[in-house]
């Protein structure tokens, strides 16, 4: 499985920009979709995820309400849709594709294949 993410870019604070994630491999469908970010100097962060089915989507506290995730299995693609963006969302933000079919992991360990990551930053 191999997962291509796309969308980053320069952004001014209040800003939209969506992310997308495509996955090679006829398994996608079967399995949860997890959005994370690294902003420099900190660890990576759980910002998103969502069941295969897309009835699922938890929300890191500091994006709710203004981030939605959304699949699409006939195109093996997941979104991550950002609003209402501020300078704190800078990071680099990862998909990747979990090792469970069922519920919506939210640690990094719990996924197993990573795409290489896109660039946001929102300037004040």
């Known amino acids: 499985v191999q997962l291509q993410a796309s969308g980053g870019g320069l952004v001014q604070a209040g800003g939209s920009l969506r992310l997308s994630c495509i996955a090679s491999g006829r398994t996608f469908s079967t399995y949860a979709v997890g959005w994370f970010r690294q902003a420099p100097g900190k660890e990576r962060e759980f910002v998103a995820a969502i069941t295969r089915s897309g009835g699922i989507t938890p929300y890191a506290d500091s994006v709710k309400g203004r981030f939605t995730i959304l699949r699409d299995n006939t195109k093996n693609t997941v979104y991550l849709q950002m609003n209402s963006l501020k300078p704190e969302d800078t990071a680099v933000y990862y998909c990747?594709?979990?090792?469970?079919?069922?519920?919506?992991?939210?640690?990094?360990?719990?996924?197993?294949?990573w795409g290489q990551g896109t660039l946001v930053t929102v300037s004040s």
């Open positions: 990747a594709q979990s090792y469970f079919s069922g519920g919506v992991p939210r640690r990094i360990y719990e996924y197993e294949y």
